[in-house]
């Protein structure tokens, strides 16, 4: 019986063993160090570090060269700007030998101003409100002329008195007896006109004013040749 069991041991069919696949194992990628290039490898186009500028000029060009070797200057080591040209009016007077500015000195500049004329403290009652009042009052101010005469340069001298004093200006004749004590600039300043055309100096002290409407109601005629 042991004889039998063993042959039908040995001689029975092996049933397949079930053996396990093989583990695979994952190894660790390998990381490759890239060192980064040297400087003069930096400007080639290999990708390294895209996204920084390049530089301009470039490092090793002639425009940065040349930059390099000019002297570092200030603003005031600058030579000085020319004079400005002189305004009308104006006398410039340079300092220095050189008359044109050249040696680089500012220009010591001087400028004539017009001598204005001096006001005088009026009399009560004798303001320029006052004298158009006066002018819309009715009163005669043209000494007692009824109509516009044609006067001549030898007639205007004869009126060249205080209390019968005419003007001529640009043209017209102006009886200035009654503005006298109203002038700001004073009696006398009005009396140098007295007699005589009065244009040119009432244009040099005031010719802003018009005297057209200050004189309307003293006006007397017109100038005309002799």
């Given at each position: 019986?042991?004889?039998?069991?063993?042959?039908?041991?040995?001689?029975?069919?092996?049933?397949?063993?079930?053996?396990?696949?093989?583990?695979?194992?994952?190894?660790?990628?390998?990381?490759?160090?890239?060192?980064?290039?040297?400087?003069?490898?930096?400007?080639?186009?290999?990708?390294?570090?895209?996204?920084?500028?390049?530089?301009?000029?470039?490092?090793?060009?002639?425009?940065?060269?040349?930059?390099?070797?000019?002297?570092?200057?200030?603003?005031?080591?600058?030579?000085?700007?020319?004079?400005?040209?002189?305004?009308?009016?104006?006398?410039?007077?340079?300092?220095?030998?050189?008359?044109?500015?050249?040696?680089?000195?500012?220009?010591?500049?001087?400028?004539?101003?017009?001598?204005?004329?001096?006001?005088?403290?009026?009399?009560?009652?004798?303001?320029?409100?006052?004298?158009a009042?006066?002018?819309?009052s009715?009163?005669?101010?043209?000494?007692?002329?009824?109509?516009?005469?044609?006067?001549?340069?030898?007639?205007?001298?004869?009126?060249?008195?205080?209390?019968?004093?005419?003007?001529?200006?640009?043209?017209?004749?102006?009886?200035?007896?009654?503005?006298?004590?109203?002038?700001p600039?004073?009696?006398?300043?009005?009396?140098r006109?007295?007699?005589?055309?009065?244009?040119?100096?009432?244009?040099?002290?005031?010719?802003?004013?018009?005297?057209e409407?200050?004189?309307?109601?003293?006006?007397?005629?017109?100038?005309?040749?002799?």
């Amino acid at each position: 019986m042991t004889s039998y069991l063993r042959s039908w041991l040995l001689g029975a069919p092996s049933e397949p063993t079930q053996t396990n696949p093989p583990v695979i194992r994952d190894e660790p990628p390998e990381i490759e160090v890239v060192e980064p290039p040297e400087e003069e490898d930096r400007n080639s186009d290999d990708g390294y570090d895209t996204d920084r500028p390049p530089a301009f000029p470039a490092l090793n060009s002639p425009q940065r060269a040349a930059t390099a070797s000019k002297p570092a200057t200030s603003n005031r080591s600058t030579g000085l700007m020319g004079p400005p040209p002189p305004r009308l009016g104006t006398q410039v007077t340079y300092l220095g030998a050189n008359a044109n500015g050249a040696n680089g000195l500012a220009p010591l500049t001087t400028t004539k101003v017009a001598k204005k004329s001096k006001k005088v403290a009026l009399a009560p009652g004798h303001s320029t409100l006052d004298w158009a009042n006066l002018k819309t009052s009715g009163t005669d101010l043209r000494g007692g002329v009824t109509s516009l005469l044609r006067v001549t340069p030898s007639m205007l001298k004869e009126h060249n008195k205080k209390d019968d004093a005419w003007t001529a200006i640009n043209g017209k004749v102006y009886n200035m007896t009654p503005y006298l004590p109203y002038h700001p600039g004073g009696e006398k300043e009005l009396m140098r006109v007295a007699g005589r055309d009065g244009t040119k100096l009432f244009a040099l002290t005031h010719a802003w004013v018009s005297a057209e409407m200050m004189m309307d109601a003293c006006m007397v005629g017109l100038m005309v040749s002799d």
